[in-house]
């Protein structure tokens, strides 16, 4: 079955620094990945998104890496500030058919921000 | 910014009891989902409603689950016997269409069930 992982539930870095968020997938039919971010007691955040036809996508301050070969998919943040401090969810969708397409989502990574 | 709104944002229910959770989607979106999350856990897929209609619907949502989109604007989900597994926040999600267009959360609907 098609499942969405994450390798690190919790992930500390200090302010300035740069965060990697990893993400494995199983389903090599998904097209279609988003980050989302998800800060307490909210809804998840869109962060950014990357097709399958792409390998990188770059945001303000913020760049998604897809690597199907090895069906891996990362989130970066440069400068990490206290406000980037949530739980980041990939999600991924499967081919789309044309119909309402949903997405699946992983367990989630916390990112705790130091001062 | 455009956002999608929930009604209400918590509520507390006896085991049995019927709840409605509202959602107002984004204005010119025409997919709509609720997804829930389990405390601690993470987000699932409930069901997806497309041209008044269901397009798809996950294992979760049995018989005791139903959606309605009853005035154009409002999009709810219904639960007609509350179970204590039911606790657990109801986010609703819309999407404006195509395939590259992105599912956008509301700020969700906490549900506990006592």
């Known amino acids: 079955g098609e499942s969405v992982g994450l390798h690190l539930p919790t992930l500390s870095v200090q302010e300035g620094d740069n965060s990697i968020i990893n993400c494995a997938y199983s389903?090599?039919?998904?097209?279609?990945f988003i980050w989302y971010k998800q800060e307490s007691g909210k809804g998840p955040q869109f962060i950014i998104d990357?097709?399958?036809?792409?390998d990188k996508r770059q945001g303000q301050r913020v760049t998604v890496l897809l690597n199907k070969t090895v069906k891996h998919l990362s989130l970066q943040i440069a400068a990490t500030q206290p406000g980037d401090s949530a739980v980041y969810f990939c999600?991924?969708?499967?081919?789309?058919?044309?119909?309402?397409?949903?997405?699946?989502f992983g367990t989630g990574t916390r990112l705790q921000v130091t001062l | 910014e455009p956002e999608v709104t929930q009604t209400p944002s918590h509520q507390v229910t006896q085991m049995g009891q019927e709840v409605i959770l509202r959602c107002v989607p984004i204005?010119?979106?025409?997919?709509f989902y609720w997804y829930r999350q389990i405390l601690g856990q993470k987000v699932e897929f409930l069901v997806s409603?497309?041209?008044?209609?269901?397009?798809?619907k996950s294992e979760i949502f049995d018989d005791q689950f139903s959606v309605e989109r009853p005035d154009g604007s409002n999009f709810t989900l219904k639960i007609r016997s509350t179970k204590l597994e039911d606790s657990a926040m109801y986010f609703c999600?819309?999407?404006?269409?195509?395939?590259?267009?992105?599912?956008?959360f509301g700020e969700g609907s906490w549900l506990t069930v006592v």
């Open positions: 999600a819309s999407r404006l269409e195509s395939s590259g267009n992105t599912i956008y």
């Open positions: 389903n090599s039919a998904s097209d279609y």
């Open positions: 990357i097709r399958s036809n792409m």
């Open positions: 999600a991924e969708r499967g081919v789309y058919t044309g119909t309402a397409s949903k997405l699946t």
């Open positions: 204005s010119n979106h025409l997919y």
């Open positions: 409603f497309y041209n008044n209609e269901i397009s798809e």
